[in-house]
């Protein structure tokens, strides 16, 4: 693989090293992504997670919310990518993941500090009293799925017309910020504020290695090296270099 020896030098001698990911890391893990071939907005509407809709249907919104977040998501592990990333922050090379995806695949593998940019679909909160769950101590079949209190719960998923958790998107700028290589995968760099962390962290300086089998927003554009391959493929070659 052209250039391969060289994202490896890039992320050895990293100071500060972090990931960027998108849906595209989790397709070889069965998810399928939102958006282009396959993608969940090509089947679904995506209004029922528009949390306007929500609050008005939520028994209609969970019904669709479990066909498409409920059961692929839950059962899906880990595939190489989530691993390797996983091992170079084990190894000092990465600070981090800063991660787009709500499927908690990055933790399954074993990465520590993980950035959940757009929330998880592993935790629900009491829209009443605030109140948070784990998933697993929540029976699923009832919908919606309600409190103690007597309130609805909500994934902790960002919904359309809500803003990005606090504590994440300020972590978040300031690892892309610091970060001196940035590898970016599988996203098409399209959702905002999400895609505007590798511009800063370009700004700042860093070198921007992107995987993706299709080019995206960012290549071309502020992406030092690129490889056009899936994401398992790219980090089982980068694995045998490091």
Not at 101 to 130: P, W, Y
Request: charged share 20%; aromatic share 10%.
């Amino acid at each position: 693989m052209q250039n391969i020896k060289k994202a490896a030098e890039l992320i050895k001698n990293a100071r500060y090293g972090v990931a960027f990911t998108g849906a595209g890391i989790s397709v070889e893990s069965g998810i399928a992504p939102f958006t282009g071939a396959g993608g969940l907005w090509n089947q679904y509407d995506p209004k029922f997670i528009e949390i306007n809709f929500f609050n008005m249907h939520p028994k209609e919104s969970w019904r669709e919310m479990k066909k498409i977040f409920f059961t692929d998501m839950e059962e899906s592990q880990p595939n190489k990518a989530h691993e390797v990333l996983a091992a170079l922050e084990q190894k000092g090379f990465l600070k981090g993941v800063i991660t787009q995806n709500i499927d908690g695949l990055h933790q399954k593998a074993g990465s520590k500090n993980v950035q959940e940019f757009h929330g998880t679909i592993h935790t629900l909160s009491c829209l009443g009293c605030g109140k948070k769950y784990r998933l697993d101590d929540i029976d699923l079949s009832e919908e919606p799925p309600y409190c103690i209190c007597g309130g609805v719960l909500k994934p902790d998923f960002v919904f359309y017309g809500e803003g990005i958790p606090y504590m994440p998107y300020q972590k978040s700028a300031e690892m892309a910020q610091n970060a001196d290589v940035m590898i970016i995968v599988g996203t098409a760099g399209q959702v905002m504020p999400a895609c505007s962390l590798p511009l800063t962290a370009k700004e700042h300086g860093a070198k921007i290695i992107e995987v993706n089998p299709q080019p995206s927003a960012f290549t071309g554009v502020i992406t030092d090296l690129y490889f056009p391959v899936k994401a398992g493929e790219f980090f089982a070659e980068l694995e045998k270099e490091i």
